[in-house]
């Protein structure tokens, strides 16, 4: 059976914004792959309105993350 998965630019974007070794990175992977291709979503939806508030994109990446736990 095939997982989507989170290309290798989009998990390097994550990291960029939440920091490669961070609490918030960690919460991040440990969400499923389809949760966070969602999330790698929401963000580039939101870049795309020409948001760019570091917070609202943490945001962005983490606003599923209860469902991992």
């Known amino acids: 059976m ?3 998965g ?6 390097a974007l994550a990291k960029s914004l939440l920091g490669e070794n961070s609490p918030a990175m960690a919460l991040f992977l440990r969400m499923s792959a389809a949760d966070q291709q969602h999330a790698i979503a929401v963000l580039q939806s939101l870049r795309d309105r020409g948001e ?3 917070a609202l994109l943490q945001a962005a990446l983490l606003h599923d993350v209860g469902k991992a736990m």
């Open 6 to 11: 989170v290309s290798t630019e989009d998990l």
């Open 2 to 4: 095939l997982r989507p």
């Open 52 to 54: 760019d508030h570091p």
